[in-house]
């Protein structure tokens, strides 16, 4: 089995930063792709931004320039840098991954952003 585990959400002020993480462990043998998405209250879930193993990288509309996504191969660990932040980008985030040729989500992480 495979879990997800994300830390790194909070409260921030418009034009604030923060750092999510995501770890990825258990019996993993392949890593295809992981990203994040969210969903804020009302509204459907959505990709935020995404990296494949061939490092092939997308982001939503919404977020780029302000957004970037990386990842830590040997840690098995994805990480998404959240600046210039917006009160519309406050939702809960969770953390997908293509693994094992089956698809996982962590539990989600709240991003609140106070105007």
């Known amino acids: 089995q495979v879990q997800l585990v994300e830390s790194g959400g909070g409260l921030v002020q418009a034009g604030g930063s923060l750092r999510l993480s995501c770890a990825a462990s258990?019996?993993?043998?392949?890593?295809?792709?992981m990203g994040w998405y969210r969903q804020a209250p009302g509204k459907q879930r959505e990709l935020v931004a995404r990296?494949?193993?061939?490092?092939?990288?997308n982001y939503a509309d919404s977020v780029k320039g302000r957004f970037t996504i990386s990842r830590d191969n040997a840690k098995n660990t994805v990480y998404l840098q959240m600046n210039s932040l917006k009160p519309e980008d406050t939702a809960v985030y969770f953390c997908?991954?293509?693994?094992?040729?089956?698809?996982?989500w962590g539990q989600g992480t709240q991003v609140t952003v106070s105007s």
């Open positions: 997908n991954g293509y693994i094992n040729y089956n698809r996982y």
């Open positions: 258990g019996s993993i043998r392949s890593i295809e792709a």
């Open positions: 990296i494949s193993r061939d490092g092939t990288i």
